[in-house]
């Protein structure tokens, strides 16, 4: 079998139907590929939506779990695909038509552990609102080449050798937001063969329910320390298993860097909390990240970074944002 795409599903019955036809509008047998649903303990009808597709589609199966967040049901879906390949298909996000076979000719051609392909941002309505696109790259190349190149950090812009994945055991974290960050960054560095193409393969929906748009206190505060966690194990797997002084080194130094002014904006913007504020500098300083030396690319980023590295005068304002509101 070429290919097993992943569909975690939890609370997307507006979606999912929608998500699993375009799916089939593709030229590849049914044969070759399979559908895994994995129901992440959905409390609506998404599962009866799908269970009413079951008879149409030979190769569409469901697998339900106890709630483990989206890394738990993608992790359940890498341990039960048969494909050769896997894809990450997000419910309320969408295939486009008769692009499967062109991006798994290009994989299996080039015996690929990973391939980057094209997306599109739209509206509900269809609406293209941004494009994701990657560094040109039409032959194969190590991990650390591409790394040094840049790439994005989503896993549903990419495809990949499931075999690859099991033996390097990438799996991801578990009921953490921002879970694709630590996960593509390992990746990366360990593959083998890696290209990318222009195909623009899925529309990502645009929801008013995303995290980063969310002005819920509890949600925000765990979207801080999640980004806190997944910045110290990528930094601890760049300074421990990356080659030092290497071009990738320092490439990988400098995305640490960019997620560490990331964490202080969003601690900045989203957070209410005095005892969270003063545990994420803590952290970031016994990890040597803070105050951040990097000079990033972005005139916007540095001047935010160059007001954060003045601890007083930021904790000044941080207490008084909180105090008497944003």
Known sequence: ???????????????????????????????????????????????????????????????????????????????????????????????????????????????????????????????????????????????????????????????????FLLQNNLLFKEKVYIEDVEFNFKGVFLAQRIMSTPIVVSNFVQTSDSITRSSNTKKNQKLIQDILKSTLLIDSYSKHSITPNSIAYQKSRAKVNELVISLLKNLFSKSKSQQLFYATIKALRTAELYPVRYISDNPQRNLFKNFANQYWIFKQFYTLKTRFGS
Request: proline share 4%; hydrophobic share 35%.
């Open 1 to 163: 079998m070429k290919l097993s795409i992943i569909i975690p599903v939890y609370n997307v019955e507006k979606y999912i139907e929608r998500c699993i036809r375009s799916c089939y509008d593709q030229k590849l047998a049914q044969s070759e590929y399979e559908i895994l649903v994995i129901d992440d303990e959905s409390p609506d009808n998404s599962v009866k939506i799908i269970q009413g597709l079951i008879d149409s589609y030979s190769n569409l199966k469901i697998i339900s779990q106890k709630n483990k967040g989206l890394g738990g049901a993608r992790n359940t879906g890498i341990q039960n695909a048969k494909g050769r390949y896997v894809l990450f298909l997000d419910s309320d996000d969408y295939l486009l038509p008769n692009v499967l076979d062109k991006l798994m000719e290009i994989a299996i051609v080039n015996t690929l552990d990973i391939i980057d392909f094209a997306a599109n941002g739209v509206r509900e309505d269809g609406r293209v609102v941004y494009s994701i696109s990657h560094q040109n790259c039409p032959q194969p190349i190590t991990g650390p080449e591409y790394f040094i190149k840049g790439h994005h950090n989503s896993a549903c812009v990419r495809l990949y050798r499931t075999e």
